[in-house]
Structure formats: structure tokens, C-alpha cells
């Protein structure tokens, strides 16, 4: 379906609809396969202040953490060990880890797996330079959120960075060749139906390997605390319209998505989502990491949430993948 096609469908069917349309969208691509990263929220240090955030600076009652190398490198060894080929190394946005330390560890990753991984990176915003040099380390992919396609909300909720400069970021990412994933919150303060769709149209206009999707989940600590959170069905249909934009791209389940419905990631990847990544950070940190709260599968180890995800897809007729699930899109281009 051409792009206007889509919106006119997607503004005309319910939930149930699109989720369909966007499962067998999704199947006659990717199969029933469902691919894992292994997630290391490796620092919650962050200068940043973003409003909706729970490790936003301000917040004072966030205890702080950095791994290090050496643990960092463990639970990716962990992770390895039980199969997975793909890791995400996420964290605020803050130069407590030097491009150099960064470097290293996905030097030490890229070899201690025998250049048999893939490596992502979500640490924010970094010049082109810091880029590169990151992706000649052996990093392959790249995680930045626009967070909302609207300029005016963008520089509210960041607190003053510019939705231009997250979109520079993005198109730095592309030109260096890096799988490229972007995405956005479902549901924030401010945000109308035109923005929804207009989030979905920028994600197609970037023509973006991986679409990370999550509603938006009140932190108490923030200033966005008595916002309303909504139900899941807001989230679950951008899911949908997302893979009906972008047919062969990856996109996750989110652990956010999971939070506020205790189904929340089989009915994702029943509405067109192929991805899941189950959270491999050592135990002790998990409960620090908190963007919003009653986040799930804080209490579990790497092994166990794996473990509970197998358990999960067998209901959703899925079967996990253990290859790297490399992005279709980059081999087709969205021409
Ligand atoms: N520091 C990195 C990684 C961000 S954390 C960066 O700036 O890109 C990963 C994502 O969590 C964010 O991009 C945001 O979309 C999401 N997030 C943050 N706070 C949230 C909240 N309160 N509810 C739901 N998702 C949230």
C-alpha cells in the first residue's frame, strides 16, 4: 500500500483490524521468527533532563551506577553463552563513559564473539566524529528516539534540545551506514491524533531499520507525574501502522508496552512487532534503571528473563530466532 493508502486505512480500522492486516504484513516477511537482543542498561548517569524521564538529572532520588567494562563485557558473555548474537548497550546521555572506553568494550565484544554479534549502541546524542569512530570500533547499530515528531513539544520535553538535533543525529547515523533505529512514545502530554500520525510518517520518511515504539508511562519523579497514562490500545495501533509503513523493518516489543499490560508484548507481536529483548543487565542495577515505574522484569536475571520469554511466545503461535536478525530494510532500501 502506497503511504496515503495506509493513514486512510489506519484512520478507518479499529485495533483488531490493523493488527491483522499488520501480523500477516509482518509473517509474509519475517515468518512467525522472533528475534532477541539482549539488553545492558550498562549506566543510568545522565545530563540530561528530559520532562518525562525517571533518570533525568534533576531527580534526586535515582541512585547512580556505571558498570564496569568488566561487568558490562560478563553479561554480554552471559548473554552469548545462551544463544544471543545481538546486544544493546543502553544508558543516559552523558560523557561519564569516554568514546574511548566505549570503544574499547565493543572492540573486546565484537572479538570475544568472534565477529559473530551484533552490536548496538543508545547512549544519545554524539557528533559525526564520535559516530564514526564508534562504528570503526565494530559497533553496528545505532538506537535514538526522535520521541515526538512535533518541534514545539520535542523542545518542551527535552527540556530545550531541539527536535532538529535528534534529526541530525539520525541522518549522521545513516550516512556512517549504521543499522538505523529511531522511534517515539505513544501517548505524552500535548500530543494529538495529527502528531501520532504524523510521528508514523517521519519514521517512514527516514526509512528506518528498527521502530521502537512505547507508551508513555508517568514517572512520579518527574514533572509530568499526574499526566494520564492511557491504555495499551494507543501504542499497539502505531505498532501496526508502523509495520504497514515500513514493511521490513525490525520493531521491538517493548518492556514498556509489557509494563502497562501484563500481555502487553505478545499482543505487540501479534499487531506486527518481531522483536524482543529480553533484559540481561546484572540484577543489582536493573531497579536503578527506572524511566517510569512498575517497569517489568526487574527482579529476574539475564538466564530467567530469556527463560520467561520463551514461555510467552509459545501462546503467541511465534518461534524465537537466534540468528542476528539483521534489518531487512537495508538490503531492500525502501526505494
Ligand atoms: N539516553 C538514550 C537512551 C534513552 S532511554 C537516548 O537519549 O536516546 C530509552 C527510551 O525510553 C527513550 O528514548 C524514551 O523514548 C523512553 N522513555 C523515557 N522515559 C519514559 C517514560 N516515562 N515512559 C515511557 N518511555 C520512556
Redesign the pocket.
Known sequence: MELKEVIEFYKNSSQDILAKKANEVCEQIYGKKIFLRGLIEFSNL?D?D?L????RKSNPKVIRYKLTEKEIIDAVMLGYSAGLKTFVL????SKNYSLTELCRISEKIKKLTDNNSALTL????FTKKEYRSLKLSGVDRY???F?TSDPVLHKYLRNGISLKRRLKAIEDLKELEYETGS???VGLPGETEEIRINNAILCYKLKLDMI?I??????PE?P?KKSIKHNIGLALKAISLIRLLLPYSNIPA?T?IGSIDKEGREKALKSGANVLMPNITPVKYKKNYL??PDKICIEENGADCIRCLKIKLKKTGKVISYEKGDSKAKEINYA
Open positions: 545522565c540530561r528530559c518525562y524521564c525517571g533518570i543502553q544508558s543516559g546521555e543508545s547512549c544519545g546524542i538506537l535514538i528516539r520521541e522511534g517515539y512514545m521502537g512505547g507508551p508513555f508511562i508517568p514517572h518527574t509530568l517493548t514498556a524511566l517510569y
